[in-house]
């Protein structure tokens, strides 16, 4: 029996060609390109996982132990066992709200389609980065920003809350209770997690600079790097001009920008629905840029 050769679709072809473009750019332009990278991996090691990974090891022990009594949270109505994550995405910084979702769906605290909800709506920049990075930069107003994005998280969890509900935290047996395994184990996925965490940025500051020395994309540079990574997008704004920079930084950091939304997917292994947590983060940008622009205008 002939068989008979399947075509290769054109996405793929697509896939090839930019891969293969993005090589010889690389080859042509590798010393300029070299300082993104440069930038990228100085400001993981000063900025990024001094900070982060010390809340990555904790989530990681955090999400071994039994917490929360099966009941809802109120409003929410997702288990009790689930606020620790949901205090962490909030205060702790990209993408430590997913890391605590994820390990709590590990557990068995959530199901998948809470977790990855959790996921999608309290993953946000960490209060340290807003108010020690972003705050000098805008005048002081990190803590609005962070106010603003922490308030569209809680109106999209709202918005976006899972309809069907109920899973319950299972007591540990005694053989199960965490043991030193578990904190090595913490320490372990969390040097993981930093190294992804280091990957991505690093990786999407070489593409920010890809887009700035490419004469057709550097007209749309300001905007397409609004999506892309927040913390190129902050560096920008901070020297922009516009009186939208606050509003427009906020959005930035709402969003997360599709390095942190691959990083979050890196984090579940490949199972977090993309174009919903897309969407979801869309919407707190959104509303994170029209809250900071409100309370800018009334404080």
């Known amino acids: 029996m002939l068989h008979t050769a399947k075509k290769t679709p054109l996405v793929l072809w697509a896939v090839w060609l930019l891969s293969a473009g993005f090589f010889v750019f690389l080859l042509i332009k590798g010393g300029y390109l070299s300082v993104y990278a440069h930038s990228a991996l100085l400001f993981c090691a000063e900025k990024l996982i001094p900070s ?16 929360g009594n099966g009941k809802p949270l109120p409003i929410l109505g997702i288990p009790t066992g689930s606020l620790f994550a949901i ?7 990209y993408p430590m709200g997913a890391i605590a979702a994820k390990g709590l769906y590990d ?27 972003v705050s000098p930069l805008f005048e002081g ?4 920003i962070f106010l603003s994005e922490t308030l569209a998280s809680l109106v999209a969890a709202l918005l976006f ?12 047996t005694e053989n199960e209770m965490p043991t030193l395994a578990t904190v090595t184990s913490a320490v372990t996925n969390a040097a993981h997690a930093m190294l992804t965490l280091t990957a991505f940025v690093t990786l999407f500051s ?8 490419i004469k057709p994309l550097a007209a749309l540079y300001p905007y397409l790097i609004l999506l ?24 930035a950091l709402g969003f997360s920008g599709i390095s942190v939304l691959m990083q979050t997917v890196s984090v579940w292994e490949g199972k977090l629905p993309f174009v919903k947590t897309a969407v979801i983060r ?3 940008g959104t509303l994170s840029a029209v809250f900071t622009l409100f309370f800018s205008k009334i404080l």
Do not use: D, W
């Open 87 to 93: 205090l962490l995405g909030i205060f702790s910084g």
């Open 107 to 133: 557990r068995g605290t959530l199901s998948e389609k809470e977790a990855a909800y959790l996921s999608a709506c309290f993953n946000n920049a960490s209060l340290a980065f807003l108010l020690f990075t």
């Open 228 to 251: 892309l990574e927040p913390t190129a997008a902050i560096r920008m704004l901070a020297s922009s001009p516009t009186v939208a920079a606050l509003p427009m930084a906020a959005f």
């Open 206 to 213: 070489i593409l920010s600079g890809v887009l700035s020395i």
């Open 52 to 67: 982060l990974f010390p809340f990555a090891v904790l989530s990681g022990i955090i999400s071994a132990f039994p917490c």
């Open 161 to 172: 809350k899972p309809r069907q509900t109920g899973t319950h935290t299972l007591a540990l």
């Open 282 to 284: 869309l919407v707190i």
């Open 141 to 144: 107003k990190g803590l609005l």
